[in-house]
């Protein structure tokens, strides 16, 4: 703070006054006039005391703009900082200035030629100062400064952020506003690295008062200008460097405000994506599976909070394997598109449509009654069933299957909800499809199917644990019943108190839910293992015939797996039977020829299983390699007491014969069916009468066996 009030000027007045001191100062030294000088110093003086702003000169300055009625001496605001220094700098510029001038009028009659050499060098300064904006009380602050320097002004981020090049910003000094600028990169600075220009210009101005001869005059004055062009060369470059910097330094912060807005015009676009991701479906733009279950939870409240009432609707489209097989996913995926435009004009603006996954949809008719929502699920159904689908030439009729389940304040829970919905559609499906059904609490179908989906989470866990067991159950020759070598291989399920859980019971939930090819390969590798050790125990070869689920016929994953399982334990081909049930061996033709033939070329033996409870047909057994045909036990369990199954089993075991295949009869229950198998050359029979299913354990020692 200064200790005496200070009016600043403005920098006109700074600039005219420069101005006018600098050219009494020229015209002293070219006129070698001391009356000059002390003329200089006489106005310098009352300028000081008097401040810029009350000087002569001012004065002077505001008549010429008064009688041109303009302004004469003005700054550009661009410019303005570099004629200015801080007001601690200005007070120091002040005392400096003031100093000198009372010590050259106080010695002028005295000391003339000591006057006359501070009169040039601070004429000469006053002028460089003037353009170029330093002073001659820089120094005097810099070594104010230096003495008053903390050990913090040293310290390594002040280093790190001060220009090397500068005198003024290396002693902690920044005279001038544009000094901001030492943290760039110039490589000079317009600070007092000039001393020695000024100094050197200021020496020959003095050598005017010795020099008589005109030669020696005119080198004088060459060498003066030459020194001032060179200086204004040297400064004019500082100042480009400056100039540079400040344009960079704006155009990067224009790019940066440029690519800080684009940043976040793109973070703001990704976000919405985002935010479509999470809430819609990718491929028909339908509300997703995630955002359907929000706003089925959001219903749920409602009808707690508000007792209103909404319908849950689960839809499956029907015969969409068809298309994605015959023409590829892009035309099921084109379907799904169409299919879901059919579902949005069918609903209300209110309603909620949703893709919840592969050919399902989920819609959730709010503040409807189950009268309303089924009439206008009626109206879907018959809209979908209206719609053909053509692709590249084909035509395709599309079917839909139909849960409903009421939303209601007395409702169940979200799950539960779900899983009613989800039993309710498949209750469709198997009812006839293209067709709803309407959930209730009371419905046996539903509870079937809730049930069965409820032991997907068991069958699961009991894989991860281990918890199926294998039983096996003979096969034998008819004309030989206590030959006991081949085996059929049954699983069954340990529960949670040890109790063994029939197949029955979670074999039909393992095969609507996609379950059986895993279950498959557990009963492969667990078998395999097994013929190892009774291979190992016994040393005596043994047969085995596995069952094969129609999902594991078309699996390349399984038919791999089995390759890997022959190689794995070494268990030689023929002592392996695959059973497949004739109706998957009907259904899926194709893969079961291709699951046949490629292992029975390997070794493998087959055995058509359940025949005549199915799809039964002599035709396709002509082009079905097969080894063994297995009479499904329903013919088999009164044939001593009824002539009609007589009959057919007679019948299909001589077209067996025929054709080379061996039979096998199941539900063999007493001696009398066993007689009646004798009478007809059966060839093998399994059932009770000959032995129960046992734990394949049991074959693990020659006793077993």
Known sequence: ???????????????????????????????????????YFTINLITLITTVRFSPTSWLLHLIELMLKRSICTISPAYKRSYFMNRESEWFELFARLLVSSIAIGFFYYYPLTTWLIGIFMGVFMM?????????????????????????????????????????????????ARCDYCTLTAPQCTGMQFNGFVFAIGFLAALFMFITDSLWRDFNIIAIISLLFWLTHKVTINIDH????????????????????????????????????????????????????????????????????????YIDLDQFKIVNDKCGHIAGDELLRQIALVLKRSARECDVVARLGGDEFGIIYIDSTMEDAQRQGQRLLNAIGEYRFNYQGNTFRIGASMGMVGIMKECCTFSNLLSQADAACYAAKDGGRNRIHVAHPEDAMIQERRNQMQWIGRLEEALINNSFVLYVQPIVPVLDSLQRRHYEVLVRLRGENGEIIPPMAFIPAAERYGFMSKLDRWVMENTFKSFTKIWHEVSEETYFSINVSGASLGDARTKDFIRGLFGNYGVPYHTI??????????????????????????????????????????????NMPIDYLKIDG??????????????????????????????????????????????LNVDFAQGYHIDRPFAIETLFTPKGL
Not at 13 to 29: A, P, S
Not at 135 to 164: A, P
């Open 634 to 679: 329903s013919f088999v369990h009164d044939i001593h007491l009824n002539p009609i199954n007589r009959a057919m089993v007679d019948a299909i075991n001589q077209i067996g014969h025929v054709m080379g295949i061996a039979t096998i009869c199941e539900y063999v229950e007493t001696a009398a069916v066993l007689h009646v198998l004798n009478e």
């Open 577 to 622: 039977t695959f059973e497949i049930t004739e109706t998957e061996a009907v259904g899926n033709m194709t893969n079961a020829l291709d699951f046949i033939n490629e292992f029975r070329a390997l070794g493998c033996r087959f055995a058509l299983d359940d025949f005549g409870c199915g799809l039964s047909s002599f035709s396709y057994l002509q």
């Open 1 to 39: 703070m200064l200790w005496f009030t200070y009016q600043s000027p403005t920098p006109g007045e700074v600039k005219f006054n420069r101005l006018v001191l600098g050219f009494i100062m020229i015209f002293g030294v070219f006129f070698q006039n001391i009356e000059l000088f002390y003329f």
């Open 242 to 313: 400056l100039a540079r910097a400040d344009f960079e330094n704006r155009e990067l912060n224009a790019q940066l405000k440029n690519y800080n807005e684009s940043l976040e015009a793109e973070v703001s676009r990704r976000t919405q994506e985002l935010e479509k991701m999470v809430k819609l479906d990718s491929i028909t733009g339908l509300v997703n599976r995630y955002e359907f279950e929000q706003r089925l939870k959001a219903a749920i409240e409602s009808t707690k909070n508000d007792e209103a009432a909404h319908v849950m609707c």
């Open 128 to 176: 460089i100062s003037t353009f170029f904006g330093f002073c001659l009380s820089s120094l005097g602050y810099i070594g104010f400064r230096s003495l008053q320097k903390s050990s913090s002004h040293s310290s390594e981020l002040q280093e790190l952020t001060t220009n090397k090049n500068c005198i003024l910003a290396r002693n902690g000094f920044k005279p001038y």
